[in-house]
C-alpha cells in the first residue's frame, strides 16, 4: 500500500501537464498489484402493479488508475477516460429521458426510482477537481464535449443562465457542483448508440442484444443514465480509477399474445410475459469481456406481501437453501427458466414483508440454447409499489402573462402513515424534506412571496423552513435558485409551498423556433435526507462481486422529480419590427415638428395681428370656404393679406398631417386587431 | 378655466383636502380588488414596491439587495421603507401601512405645492405691483393658484391610482417638490437636499437644476428686465429700488455648496447601508446604470418603450445602427430643447420653465409612470392664471398626451390637436 501511495504524492507535486510522463516512468512500480479492467452487465426485471414491467439494463466499467497502464486500455471507453482527464471530473451523470416516472404506481421508495427516475429531457451534473475558478470554464468544455459524444445539444448548458451551482440541497452536495439540464430535449436512438458505443460488445452480444430500437421506444419510460466516478488525482489516496456506470430504465407493456383472448373475469390478472416477447430478442449467451452476466428478477415488498409464500416466517433460514422450491414455484406464478439463486432481502426497517430476487447466470446459456425467462401469472395480484414519504407535484397558478406562481405541494402516502405511527411515539418527531428548484431567469421569483402551508393553514415561513439558500436570478446571466430545507410536522397530510414570479421579456433573437409552445420550468427535485433507500441482500462473497447488489446496498437518500412546468411567455409578432419602425418614426416626426413650431413661433405677435383681423371683421369661415373654393377652382387664392394667410395655410397643413398620421395610425390599429 | 374657478370657490379648501384624504383611505382597503400595482402603467421595475420588498427580503437574509435584477432603487428607501414590508397589522390588508405612507406623503405634497403657489402668487403680485399693473387687474379676480395646484395634485385620478399602486413615486414626487418648494421659496439648503434626494432616488429630476437655477438667480417670478426697461424710458423715471434683481450667481454657487454637502451625505449613508454588499459601484450599476440602459424589458407606456422594445427586438439587425441614431439623437436633443426653451421662455414668463422643464423631463425618461404624469398635471395648476389662452403652454400637454396615451391613443391626440387648431381663434378672440 506504502508503495502504490507514494506515486501519488509525486504525483500531486509535480502537477497536470507532466502526467503522460508520469504514467510512463511509474507504469512498471507497482506491476504486481496492477488491477484489471472490468467490465460487467445486469439486467434487472421487476413487474409493476400497473401490468407494466421495469427492465433496468445496468453495465459497468471500471479502469484501473490511468497510471498502471497508461492511457491504453483494454475494455474502457477511452473517450470517457480522455474526458475525465482532460477536465477532472470527480463525478458526473449524464441522463436522457423521455416520459415520466409515475411515482404513484411505479413506486419512489426503493433504489431503482430514487436513483434512476430522471426528469424528462437531458440532465447533467458534475463535480470537478479543479479550483473553484476553473470550474465554469471545465463545465463548459464538459459539456461541448459531451455534446459532440452524445449528438445532443447539451452544448445548451454553455451559457451561466442554464446551469446552477447548488449549495447542499442536491445529493452530491459539494462546492464544486455545477447542475444543467434541458427539459425540452427529445431524446432517441441518435442518442442511444453512441451511449451503447460505449460499451465492449455494443449491442452486438450478451444483454445489450435486447436493446431492440422499436421496442423500447415504445415504451412509457426511457432514461439512459451514464454516472462516472473517478477517484483520479484525489488526494484521499485511495484511488480506485475510474468507474462507468451505464443504466438504461425502461418501463414497457407486455403485450402477451392471448390478452385479446382474455375473459373478463381476467382482465385483472397481470400480463404474462418473456423477453421475446417484451423485447422480441433473445439473451444468446454473454458478452465474452464482461467478467459477470447476469438477469434478475425482483419481487417488490408489497408484492412478496400478497403473494404470501408458505415460508414467509422463516424466510431468512429459506433462503439460504438455494433449492427450496416453494420460492420460485408459487401458485400465483410460474417463471419459465430455474433461477440459479434466490436472494431474501435481509432486513427492512420501512417495511414488514421482503423483496425476493431471482439470480439467472447468462453464462450458461448459449446461442444453440438462448437464455428467455417468462412469468406466467396464474391468479390476479394487486399490490403496491412502496412510495415516497410524501408525494410531491408542482403546478402553476395564476393567469396572464404578467405573472403566476408556482405552488409545490406535498401529499402524505401511505406509507407515511405507517412510518408516522412507528414513530410518533417519540413525541415531537419531525420530517424533513429537501427542495431543490431551479427556475430560468425569464421567471423572475419573488423569494419574499414564499408562503408555506401545512394542511391548508398557512404558517409563518421560518416556522416550517429551517434553512433556506436563494440566489436570485440575475437578467440572461444566471437562473434563479431556491434551496429549501423544510421541517414539517410527522402527521402532516398536505404541505404547500408557492413562490410568486413575473414573466421576463426575451429579445427577438433569444427565442426558441417554437417560442409560442411555451417555455420550461425544470423538474424540482424533492429530497428526504432521512429516509435511505436501501435493499440489502444476503451479504455474500458472490454477491460483492455483483455491482448492481452492490448499488443496490449503497444509502442513498429518496429522492423524487417533481413535473417539469410550462410556461407561456409574452411572444412578439415576429413580423412586428416593420410596423413599429414605421408607426415611432411618425411619432418623432409630429413630436419634432410640433416642437419646432412651437419653439419658432411667436405667439404675442400672432395674438395682435388676430385681433387686429378681428376688428377687421373677416370670419374664420368664411375665410376657410373662399380657400376651399379656390382650391377647388385649381387656381391660387390672391394673396389678400400675406401674414394671415401664411399662418393658416400652416393649420391646413397641420390638418393634412395629422389626417395623414390619424390615417396610419387606423391603419395600424386595424392591422393589429 | 371659469368653471374651476367656480368650483373652487364654491367649496374650502380643506374640505376637498379631507374628501380626498377619505378617498384614498376607502381605496385602500380594496387593492386586491383594484389590482393596480400589476399595472406596468402604476409600477414600474424602478418604482414598484414589490420589488422593494424582495430587496428587503434580500438584504434581511443577508445578500446584496441588488442580487439578481429585482431591485433598482435606491438603498435608503430600503432602510426607511423595508420594515413596512414585513409589518403588518392583522386582518388588515398586506399592505396597508405603506399606503398610509404614501397618502402621507400626497398631502405633503399638496400642502408643498400650495404654499409653492403662494409663494408664486405674492411674487407675481409683486412684479404686478412694479409695473403699475395692479389696478388693471382687480385682486379678488386673481385666482389662488396654490390651492388650485393642490387640489389638482390631490385630486386627479393620475395621483391616487399612483397612491393605491403601491409604487415609489408619491415619495419620488414629493423630493422634486420639495426642491422646486426650497427654490421658490429661497430656502437653498431645502432646494439642494429635495434636488439631490429626487435626483439619487430617480436620477431624472436631475435635469430641474435648469428651472432651480433660474429661479434662485431671478427670483420666483420676474418679468423681464427689458419690459422694465422700455416702460420706465416711457415714463423717463428710472426706480433703480423697483427694477427686478439682475441674475445673480450668489444663491446658485450657494446651491452648489448645499447640493454637494447633501450628495456627499446621501453617499455616505449610502455606502454604510451597502457596506458589506459590494459598496457604492454595485449600487451606481444596479441604479443609474440600470435607468439608463433599460436592461428591463417590461413594456411600459408611452412612445419610448416602442423604441426600447425594437432596439433590443432588433439586437441582431443591421437597422440598429439607425434606432441607435434616433434614440441618442432623442436623448441628445432633449437637453437642448430644454434650454431653448428656458431662454425662450424667460422672456416672457419665468415660471413657464417649471412646466416646459417637466414635460422635457417627461419626454425624455424612459420609465414612465402615472406618478410622474400626476406631478407634471399638479404642477400645471400653479399658473391657472397664465394659462387662460397660451397656445404655446397648451401645445405641451398635448404633446405630453401623445407620450402619455402611447401609440394606441393616437386618434385622441389627433382630436386634441384638431381641437386645439380649431379652439385657436376662440382663444384669441376671449
Same mark, same amino acid.
Given at each position: 500500500?506504502?508503495?502504490?501511495?507514494?506515486?501519488?504524492?509525486?504525483?500531486?507535486?509535480?502537477?497536470?501537464?507532466?502526467?503522460?510522463?508520469?504514467?510512463?516512468?511509474?507504469?512498471?512500480?507497482?506491476?504486481?498489484?496492477?488491477?484489471?479492467?472490468?467490465?460487467?452487465?445486469?439486467?434487472?426485471?421487476?413487474?409493476?402493479?400497473?401490468?407494466?414491467?421495469?427492465?433496468?439494463?445496468?453495465?459497468?466499467?471500471?479502469?484501473?488508475?490511468?497510471?498502471?497502464?497508461?492511457?491504453?486500455?483494454?475494455?474502457?471507453?477511452?473517450?470517457?477516460?480522455?474526458?475525465?482527464?482532460? !477536465?477532472?471530473?470527480?463525478?458526473?451523470?449524464?441522463?436522457?429521458?423521455?416520459?415520466?416516472?409515475?411515482?404513484?404506481?411505479?413506486?419512489?421508495?426503493?433504489?431503482?426510482?430514487?436513483?434512476?427516475?430522471?426528469?424528462?429531457?437531458?440532465?447533467?451534473?458534475?463535480?470537478?477537481?479543479?479550483?473553484?475558478?476553473?470550474?465554469?470554464?471545465?463545465?463548459?468544455?464538459?459539456?461541448?464535449?459531451?455534446?459532440?459524444?452524445?449528438?445532443?445539444?447539451?452544448?445548451?448548458?454553455?451559457?451561466?443562465?442554464?446551469?446552477?451551482?447548488?449549495?447542499?440541497?442536491?445529493?452530491?452536495?459539494?462546492?464544486?457542483?455545477?447542475?444543467?439540464?434541458?427539459?425540452?430535449?427529445?431524446?432517441?436512438?441518435?442518442?442511444?448508440?453512441?451511449?451503447?458505443?460505449?460499451?465492449?460488445?455494443?449491442?452486438?452480444?450478451?444483454?445489450?442484444?435486447?436493446?431492440?430500437?422499436?421496442?423500447?421506444?415504445?415504451?412509457?419510460?426511457?432514461?439512459?443514465?451514464?454516472?462516472?466516478?473517478?477517484?483520479?488525482?484525489?488526494?484521499?489516496?485511495?484511488?480506485?480509477?475510474?468507474?462507468?456506470?451505464?443504466?438504461?430504465?425502461?418501463?414497457?407493456?407486455?403485450?402477451?399474445?392471448?390478452?385479446?383472448?382474455?375473459?373478463?373475469?381476467?382482465?385483472?390478472?397481470?400480463?404474462?410475459?418473456?423477453?421475446?416477447?417484451?423485447?422480441?430478442?433473445?439473451?444468446?449467451?454473454?458478452?465474452?469481456?464482461?467478467?459477470?452476466?447476469?438477469?434478475?428478477?425482483?419481487?417488490?415488498?408489497?408484492?412478496?406481501?400478497?403473494?404470501? !409464500?408458505?415460508?414467509?416466517?422463516?424466510?431468512?433460514?429459506?433462503?439460504?437453501?438455494?433449492?427450496?422450491?416453494?420460492?420460485?414455484?408459487?401458485?400465483?406464478?410460474?417463471?419459465?427458466?430455474?433461477?440459479?439463486?434466490?436472494?431474501?432481502?435481509?432486513?427492512?426497517?420501512?417495511?414488514?414483508?421482503?423483496?425476493?430476487?431471482?439470480?439467472?447466470?447468462?453464462?450458461?446459456?448459449?446461442?444453440?440454447?438462448?437464455?428467455?425467462?417468462?412469468?406466467?401469472?396464474?391468479?390476479?395480484?394487486?399490490?403496491?409499489?412502496?412510495?415516497?414519504?410524501?408525494?410531491?407535484?408542482?403546478?402553476?397558478?395564476?393567469?396572464?402573462?404578467?405573472?403566476?406562481?408556482?405552488?409545490?405541494?406535498?401529499?402524505?402516502?401511505?406509507?407515511?402513515?405507517?412510518?408516522?405511527?412507528?414513530?410518533?411515539?417519540?413525541?415531537?418527531?419531525?420530517?424533513?424534506?429537501?427542495?431543490?428548484?431551479?427556475?430560468?431567469?425569464?421567471?423572475?421569483?419573488?423569494?419574499?412571496?414564499?408562503?408555506?402551508?401545512?394542511?391548508?393553514?398557512?404558517?409563518?415561513?421560518?416556522?416550517?423552513?429551517?434553512?433556506?439558500?436563494?440566489?436570485?436570478?440575475?437578467?440572461?446571466?444566471?437562473?434563479?435558485?431556491?434551496?429549501?430545507?423544510?421541517?414539517?410536522?410527522?402527521?402532516?397530510?398536505?404541505?404547500?409551498?408557492?413562490?410568486?414570479?413575473?414573466?421576463?421579456?426575451?429579445?427577438?433573437?433569444?427565442?426558441?423556433?417554437?417560442?409560442?409552445?411555451?417555455?420550461?420550468?425544470?423538474?424540482?427535485?424533492?429530497?428526504?435526507?432521512?429516509?435511505?433507500?436501501?435493499?440489502?441482500?444476503?451479504?455474500?462473497?458472490?454477491?460483492?462481486?455483483?455491482?448492481?447488489?452492490?448499488?443496490?446496498?449503497?444509502?442513498?437518500?429518496?429522492?423524487?422529480?417533481?413535473?417539469?412546468?410550462?410556461?407561456?411567455?409574452?411572444?412578439?409578432?415576429?413580423?412586428?419590427?416593420?410596423?413599429?419602425?414605421?408607426?415611432?418614426?411618425?411619432?418623432?416626426?409630429?413630436?419634432?415638428?410640433?416642437?419646432?413650431?412651437?419653439?419658432?413661433?411667436?405667439?404675442?405677435?400672432?395674438?395682435?395681428?388676430?385681433?387686429?383681423?378681428?376688428?377687421?371683421?373677416?370670419?374664420?369661415?368664411?375665410?376657410?370656404?373662399?380657400?376651399?373654393?379656390?382650391?377647388?377652382?385649381?387656381?391660387?387664392?390672391?394673396?389678400?393679406?400675406?401674414?394671415?394667410?401664411?399662418?393658416?395655410?400652416?393649420?391646413?397643413?397641420?390638418?393634412?398631417?395629422?389626417?395623414?398620421?390619424?390615417?396610419?395610425?387606423?391603419?395600424?390599429?386595424?392591422?393589429?386587431? | 378655466?371659469?368653471?374651476?374657478?367656480?368650483?373652487?370657490?364654491?367649496?374650502?379648501?380643506?374640505?376637498?383636502?379631507?374628501?380626498?384624504?377619505?378617498?384614498?383611505?376607502?381605496?385602500?382597503?380594496?387593492?386586491?380588488?383594484?389590482?393596480?400595482?400589476?399595472?406596468?402603467?402604476?409600477?414600474?421595475?424602478?418604482?414598484?414596491?414589490?420589488?422593494?420588498?424582495?430587496?428587503?427580503?434580500?438584504?434581511?437574509?443577508?445578500?446584496?439587495?441588488?442580487?439578481?435584477?429585482?431591485?433598482?432603487?435606491?438603498?435608503?428607501?430600503?432602510?426607511?421603507?423595508?420594515?413596512?414590508?414585513?409589518?403588518?397589522?392583522?386582518?388588515?390588508?398586506?399592505?396597508?401601512?405603506?399606503?398610509?405612507?404614501?397618502?402621507?406623503?400626497?398631502?405633503?405634497?399638496?400642502?408643498?405645492?400650495?404654499?409653492?403657489?403662494?409663494?408664486?402668487?405674492?411674487?407675481?403680485?409683486?412684479?404686478?405691483?412694479?409695473?403699475?399693473?395692479?389696478?388693471?387687474?382687480?385682486?379678488?379676480?386673481?385666482?389662488?393658484?396654490?390651492?388650485?395646484?393642490?387640489?389638482?395634485?390631490?385630486?386627479?385620478?393620475?395621483?391616487?391610482?399612483?397612491?393605491?399602486?403601491?409604487?415609489?413615486?408619491?415619495?419620488?414626487?414629493?423630493?422634486?417638490?420639495?426642491?422646486?418648494?426650497?427654490?421658490?421659496?429661497?430656502?437653498?439648503?431645502?432646494?439642494?437636499?429635495?434636488?439631490?434626494?429626487?435626483?439619487?432616488?430617480?436620477?431624472?429630476?436631475?435635469?430641474?437644476?435648469?428651472?432651480?437655477?433660474?429661479?434662485?438667480?431671478?427670483?420666483?417670478?420676474?418679468?423681464?428686465?427689458?419690459?422694465?426697461?422700455?416702460?420706465?424710458?416711457?415714463?423717463?423715471?428710472?426706480?433703480?429700488?423697483?427694477?427686478?434683481?439682475?441674475?445673480?450667481?450668489?444663491?446658485?454657487?450657494?446651491?452648489?455648496?448645499?447640493?454637494?454637502?447633501?450628495?456627499?451625505?446621501?453617499?455616505?449613508?449610502?455606502?454604510?447601508?451597502?457596506?458589506?454588499?459590494?459598496?457604492?459601484?454595485?449600487?451606481?450599476?444596479?441604479?443609474?446604470?440600470?435607468?439608463?440602459?433599460?436592461?428591463?424589458?417590461?413594456?411600459?407606456?408611452?412612445?419610448?418603450?416602442?423604441?426600447?422594445?425594437?432596439?433590443?427586438?432588433?439586437?441582431?439587425?443591421?437597422?440598429?445602427?439607425?434606432?441607435?441614431?434616433?434614440?441618442?439623437?432623442?436623448?441628445?436633443?432633449?437637453?437642448?430643447?430644454?434650454?431653448?426653451?428656458?431662454?425662450?421662455?424667460?422672456?416672457?414668463?419665468?415660471?413657464?420653465?417649471?412646466?416646459?422643464?417637466?414635460?422635457?423631463?417627461?419626454?425624455?425618461?424612459?420609465?414612465?409612470?402615472?406618478?410622474?404624469?400626476?406631478?407634471?398635471?399638479?404642477?400645471?395648476?400653479?399658473?391657472?392664471?397664465?394659462?387662460?389662452?397660451?397656445?404655446?403652454?397648451?401645445?405641451?400637454?398635448?404633446?405630453?398626451?401623445?407620450?402619455?396615451?402611447?401609440?394606441?391613443?393616437?386618434?385622441?391626440?389627433?382630436?386634441?390637436?384638431?381641437?386645439?387648431?380649431?379652439?385657436?381663434?376662440?382663444?384669441?378672440?376671449?
Amino acid at each position: 500500500m506504502v508503495l502504490l501511495q507514494r506515486p501519488h504524492i509525486l504525483l500531486l507535486l509535480i502537477g497536470t501537464h507532466q502526467f503522460l510522463q508520469c504514467w510512463i516512468a511509474f507504469g512498471s512500480v507497482n506491476e504486481e498489484g496492477q488491477k484489471q479492467e472490468e467490465f460487467s452487465e445486469e439486467l434487472l426485471l421487476k413487474p409493476l402493479p400497473d401490468h407494466k414491467l421495469l427492465a433496468h439494463f445496468h453495465f459497468q466499467s471500471s479502469a484501473p488508475p490511468s497510471i498502471s497502464n497508461g492511457c491504453h486500455h483494454h475494455l474502457f471507453p477511452k473517450a470517457i477516460s480522455q474526458l475525465v482527464q482532460k !477536465f477532472r471530473v470527480k463525478e458526473m451523470e449524464l441522463s436522457f429521458t423521455q416520459g415520466r416516472w409515475n411515482y404513484e404506481s411505479w413506486g419512489g421508495f426503493d433504489p431503482i426510482s430514487s436513483s434512476n427516475a430522471k426528469p424528462p429531457g437531458v440532465e447533467l451534473w458534475a463535480v470537478f477537481d479543479v479550483p473553484q475558478h476553473h470550474i465554469d470554464a471545465s463545465w463548459k468544455n464538459l459539456t461541448h464535449t459531451l455534446s459532440g459524444l452524445f449528438c445532443a445539444s447539451i452544448n445548451f448548458l454553455e451559457s451561466t443562465a442554464t446551469y446552477s451551482t447548488p449549495e447542499w440541497s442536491f445529493p452530491p452536495a459539494s462546492g464544486n457542483v455545477r447542475y444543467g439540464t434541458l427539459p425540452c430535449e427529445a431524446v432517441c436512438t441518435e442518442n442511444l448508440t453512441p451511449w451503447l458505443k460505449l460499451l465492449p460488445c455494443r449491442d452486438k452480444a450478451g444483454i445489450a442484444l435486447l436493446l431492440d430500437r422499436p421496442s423500447l421506444y415504445r415504451g412509457f419510460y426511457h432514461s439512459q443514465r451514464l454516472h462516472l466516478t473517478s477517484t483520479e488525482s484525489s488526494s484521499e489516496g485511495i484511488d480506485s480509477g475510474i468507474i462507468l456506470e451505464q443504466t438504461l430504465t425502461v418501463v414497457l407493456q407486455p403485450n402477451s399474445g392471448r390478452a385479446i383472448e382474455v375473459h373478463a373475469s381476467e382482465k385483472h390478472i397481470q400480463p404474462s410475459w418473456s423477453l421475446s416477447s417484451i423485447f422480441g430478442k433473445q439473451v444468446s449467451g454473454r458478452c465474452v469481456l464482461a467478467k459477470s452476466s447476469s438477469v434478475y428478477l425482483l419481487l417488490d415488498r408489497g408484492l412478496v406481501a400478497e403473494l404470501k !409464500f408458505p415460508s414467509k416466517e422463516n424466510g431468512k433460514s429459506a433462503a439460504n437453501g438455494l433449492t427450496s422450491e416453494n420460492f420460485w414455484s408459487n401458485p400465483s406464478f410460474e417463471l419459465s427458466v430455474n433461477p440459479d439463486r434466490i436472494f431474501l432481502e435481509e432486513s427492512s426497517s420501512h417495511s414488514k414483508s421482503l423483496s425476493i430476487l431471482y439470480m439467472f447466470q447468462v453464462e450458461k446459456y448459449s446461442e444453440s440454447e438462448p437464455f428467455d425467462i417468462g412469468l406466467m401469472w396464474k391468479v390476479p395480484v394487486a399490490w403496491l409499489c412502496q412510495q415516497t414519504p410524501l408525494h410531491a407535484s408542482r403546478f402553476l397558478m395564476g393567469s396572464g402573462n404578467e405573472r403566476g406562481a408556482i405552488a409545490i405541494s406535498l401529499k402524505s402516502t401511505q406509507f407515511t402513515e405507517g412510518f408516522m405511527s412507528a414513530n410518533s411515539k417519540d413525541g415531537s418527531c419531525e420530517l424533513r424534506v429537501d427542495v431543490f428548484q431551479v427556475v430560468p431567469w425569464y421567471v423572475k421569483v419573488y423569494f419574499h412571496s414564499l408562503r408555506v402551508f401545512v394542511d391548508q393553514q398557512p404558517r409563518a415561513v421560518s416556522d416550517i423552513i429551517e434553512k433556506i439558500h436563494a440566489s436570485p436570478s440575475k437578467d440572461k446571466m444566471s437562473p434563479g435558485v431556491m434551496e429549501v430545507v423544510l421541517k414539517l410536522p410527522c402527521r402532516v397530510n398536505t404541505a404547500a409551498l408557492t413562490i410568486e414570479f413575473d414573466k421576463g421579456f426575451l429579445r427577438i433573437d433569444e427565442y426558441p423556433p417554437d417560442a409560442n409552445q411555451g417555455f420550461d420550468i425544470p423538474s424540482a427535485i424533492i429530497s428526504f435526507p432521512n429516509f435511505h433507500a436501501s435493499m440489502v441482500f444476503l451479504k455474500d462473497d458472490s454477491l460483492n462481486k455483483s455491482p448492481l447488489l452492490s448499488k443496490f446496498q449503497e444509502k442513498c437518500p429518496v429522492m423524487s422529480y417533481t413535473e417539469v412546468l410550462l410556461v407561456p411567455l409574452t411572444t412578439p409578432d415576429f413580423s412586428m419590427p416593420y410596423n413599429v419602425i414605421t408607426i415611432t418614426c411618425t411619432v418623432f416626426a409630429l413630436y419634432f415638428g410640433s416642437l419646432l413650431n412651437v419653439l419658432q413661433r411667436r405667439v404675442a405677435e400672432e395674438e395682435r395681428f388676430l385681433k387686429a383681423k378681428a376688428a377687421k371683421k373677416t370670419g374664420q369661415l368664411p375665410l376657410l370656404l373662399s380657400k376651399l373654393s379656390a382650391k377647388l377652382r385649381g387656381r391660387r387664392r390672391e394673396p389678400l393679406h400675406s401674414p394671415p394667410s401664411s399662418s393658416s395655410f400652416i393649420n391646413s397643413k397641420l390638418v393634412l398631417k395629422v389626417i395623414l398620421v390619424a390615417g396610419l395610425a387606423v391603419g395600424w390599429q386595424y392591422f393589429f386587431s | 378655466m371659469e368653471k374651476v374657478k367656480k368650483k373652487i370657490g364654491s367649496f374650502s379648501f380643506w374640505n376637498w383636502v379631507i374628501a380626498s384624504i377619505i378617498f384614498r383611505l376607502i381605496l385602500i382597503y380594496f387593492p386586491k380588488n383594484l389590482n393596480l400595482s400589476s399595472r406596468p402603467e402604476v409600477s414600474t421595475p424602478l418604482t414598484s414596491f414589490r420589488r422593494l420588498a424582495e430587496g428587503y427580503w434580500l438584504k434581511q437574509s443577508s445578500m446584496s439587495p441588488y442580487a439578481g435584477s429585482m431591485y433598482h432603487g435606491s438603498p435608503l428607501l430600503l432602510s426607511l421603507l423595508g420594515p413596512l414590508t414585513i409589518n403588518r397589522i392583522e386582518g388588515q390588508p398586506n399592505h396597508l401601512l405603506y399606503s398610509l405612507v404614501s397618502v402621507i406623503a400626497d398631502v405633503v405634497s399638496a400642502m408643498l405645492i400650495r404654499a409653492t403657489g403662494q409663494n408664486l402668487r405674492l411674487a407675481y403680485l409683486r412684479s404686478l405691483e412694479s409695473l403699475d399693473l395692479v389696478k388693471q387687474i382687480e385682486v379678488s379676480e386673481f385666482l389662488f393658484s396654490g390651492d388650485i395646484a393642490a387640489l389638482i395634485y390631490l385630486c386627479n385620478p393620475f395621483t391616487i391610482v399612483a397612491c393605491m399602486g403601491l409604487s415609489t413615486s408619491p415619495i419620488e414626487n414629493m423630493a422634486v417638490i420639495l426642491c422646486l418648494y426650497g427654490a421658490c421659496s429661497r430656502l437653498i439648503p431645502l432646494a439642494a437636499f429635495g434636488w439631490v434626494i429626487a435626483t439619487h432616488l430617480s436620477l431624472y429630476p436631475a435635469i430641474l437644476i435648469i428651472p432651480v437655477i433660474f429661479l434662485l438667480g431671478c427670483g420666483p417670478d420676474s418679468p423681464p428686465r427689458k419690459l422694465f426697461l422700455q416702460r420706465h424710458q416711457q415714463k423717463e423715471v428710472l426706480n433703480q429700488l423697483k427694477l427686478p434683481p439682475r441674475f445673480s450667481w450668489g444663491p446658485i454657487i450657494h446651491f452648489a455648496f448645499w447640493a454637494f454637502l447633501w450628495s456627499v451625505y446621501v453617499l455616505v449613508l449610502c455606502g454604510i447601508s451597502l457596506k458589506q454588499f459590494g459598496g457604492l459601484w454595485e449600487m451606481f450599476k444596479s441604479t443609474y446604470g440600470f435607468i439608463l440602459t433599460v436592461e428591463d424589458l417590461s413594456p411600459n407606456i408611452g412612445v419610448l418603450w416602442y423604441f426600447f422594445a425594437e432596439e433590443l427586438l432588433f439586437d441582431s439587425f443591421p437597422c440598429q445602427y439607425f434606432i441607435y441614431d434616433i434614440a441618442i439623437s432623442h436623448s441628445a436633443s432633449t437637453p437642448a430643447l430644454l434650454l431653448g426653451f428656458c431662454i425662450r421662455c424667460h422672456m416672457f414668463h419665468a415660471q413657464v420653465l417649471s412646466i416646459s422643464k417637466f414635460s422635457l423631463y417627461l419626454f425624455g425618461c424612459s420609465t414612465f409612470t402615472v406618478g410622474d404624469s400626476a406631478l407634471y398635471l399638479g404642477l400645471l395648476g400653479w399658473f391657472v392664471n397664465e394659462l387662460a389662452g397660451k397656445y404655446a403652454i397648451l401645445s405641451l400637454p398635448v404633446l405630453w398626451i401623445c407620450r402619455v396615451e402611447g401609440v394606441s391613443a393616437m386618434l385622441n391626440h389627433d382630436r386634441k390637436l384638431r381641437n386645439l387648431i380649431t379652439g385657436k381663434p376662440q382663444d384669441a378672440k376671449s
